[in-house]
T-cell receptor, first 115, second 113 residues
Framework: DAGVTQSPTHLIKTRGQQVTLRCSPKSGHDTVSWYQQALGQGPQFIFQYYEEEERQRGNFPDRFSGHQFPNYSSELNVNALWLGDSALYLC??????????????FGQGTRLTVV | GDSVTQMEGPVTLSEEAFLTINCTYT??????LFWYVQYPGEGLQLLLKATKADDKGSNKGFEATYRKETTSFHLEKGSVQVSDSAVYFC????????????FGTGTRLTIIP
């Protein structure tokens, strides 16, 4: 079982550029969540996708957008990059149940540096 | 809104010492509580969890008890090892079907031989 895989592992972009990060969920999982982890901080929830729709969103501007594909994989897009967008971006996958909580599995993250 | 407050680090202990990392939370409902661990250069791994009051989560010698009366979920280990050096995050998740995790700021633990 491959677990949650993210690509690329590292990325350097210039202010104002756009970036796309990718995530493949753990086999059998149908929900993908994205988190931003600034240096020395805890992860902050960006949004979550289920059935190809954004299901829940944290306090992030519209420059952050996403997509989920029929195979449950997901992309995170960030437009008009700021220096402050430099962070580790974590993808987590889980399986939605209607009556139980399930464990979220995290990928190793994509380290984005904006210069 | 929901929030998690963690004991500030960094924490440095000698091998075989007793570990406590404090965590308290604020939530509107009845959340599930988690401890995640992050080793250098890696993503987050679930260490243990508790889904209701008085539950005790345990794994790899670590324990934490869900205390609703004090809104706490302190992490403990009786005898730490060098391999326990990592960053530890306390987190909560509200409600069934709501997968969003709210994390604390993390506590960096260093164990010296």
């Amino acid at each position: 079982d491959a677990g949650v895989t993210q690509s690329p592992t590292h990325l350097i972009k210039t202010r104002g550029q756009q970036v796309t990060l990718r995530c493949s969920p753990k086999s059998g999982h149908d929900t993908v969540s994205w988190y931003q982890q600034a240096l020395g901080q805890g992860p902050q929830f960006i949004f979550q996708y289920y059935e190809e729709e954004e299901r829940q969103r944290g306090n992030f501007p519209d420059r952050f957008s996403g997509h989920q594909f029929p195979n449950y994989s997901s992309e995170l897009n960030v437009n008009a990059l700021w220096l402050g967008d430099s962070a580790l971006y974590l993808c987590a996958s889980s399986l939605v149940h209607t009556d139980t909580n399930t464990e979220a599995f995290f990928g190793q993250g994509t380290r984005l540096t904006v210069v | 809104g929901d929030s998690v407050t963690q004991m500030e680090g960094p924490v440095t202990l000698s091998e075989e010492a007793f570990l406590t990392i404090n965590c308290t939370y604020t939530a509107t409902g009845y959340p599930s509580l988690f401890w995640y661990v992050q080793y250098p250069g890696e993503g987050l791994q679930l260490l243990l969890k508790a889904t209701k009051a008085d539950d005790k989560g345990s794994n790899k010698g670590f324990e934490a008890t869900y205390r609703k009366e004090t809104t706490s979920f302190h992490l403990e280990k009786g005898s730490v090892q060098v391999s326990d050096s990592a960053v530890y995050f306390c987190a909560l998740r509200e409600n069934f079907g709501n997968e969003k995790l709210t994390f604390g700021t993390g506590t960096r633990l260093t164990i010296i031989p």
